[in-house]
């Protein structure tokens, strides 16, 4: 930083123009956005080496994951249908199955009875009713997903 004027490194961007505007009583918002769509740009244009290599290492990561998400998922699959089967919920050291039986969610439209529900007690026919089915959520142990 040099007084008031920072440079911000590898692209030389000055921002104080940006300074001078967060200085003033008043924000002018166009100049706000224009300076990040500024800001976006430069950060674009100096990244575009490492968002190529980004995407080739992507692409070669989910080639070699492939076989292995296939796995998983034959293996979710075995966990979902065995916990659907018994209707109840699993746990061991590696993760956890939690069986949700089938309900129903109640809600209301709240815009259609807005100001209505106080004096009006026939507001059930505004009540909608939406069926929740049965549903398996899968957690495992230690690996963060």
């Known amino acids: 930083m040099t007084g008031n004027k920072v440079i911000i490194p590898e692209s030389g961007f000055d921002t104080s123009q940006v300074d001078a505007l967060a200085a003033a009583d008043t924000i002018d918002l166009e100049a706000e956005f224009a300076t990040i769509q500024t800001l976006k740009r430069s950060l674009s244009e100096h990244t575009k080496c490492i968002d190529y290599e980004i995407k080739?290492?992507?692409?070669?990561?989910?080639?070699?994951?492939?076989?292995?998400?296939?796995?998983?998922?034959?293996?979710?699959?075995?966990?979902?249908?065995?916990?659907?089967?018994?209707?109840?919920?699993?746990?061991?050291?590696?993760?956890?199955?939690?069986?949700?039986?089938?309900?129903?969610?109640?809600?209301w439209d709240n815009?259609?009875?807005?100001?209505?529900?106080?004096?009006?007690p026939e507001i059930e026919q505004f009540r909608k009713v939406t069926p929740v089915k049965t549903a398996v959520m899968i957690s495992f142990e230690g690996d963060g997903q």
């Open 56 to 107: 080739k290492l992507a692409a070669y990561r989910a080639s070699i994951a492939q076989p292995y998400d296939e796995a998983i998922e034959f293996h979710t699959k075995n966990i979902e249908n065995a916990v659907l089967q018994d209707a109840k919920s699993f746990k061991c050291d590696y993760g956890k199955a939690t069986y949700r039986r089938e309900s129903e969610r109640t809600s």
């Open 111 to 120: 815009k259609a009875l807005l100001g209505y529900a106080a004096a009006h």
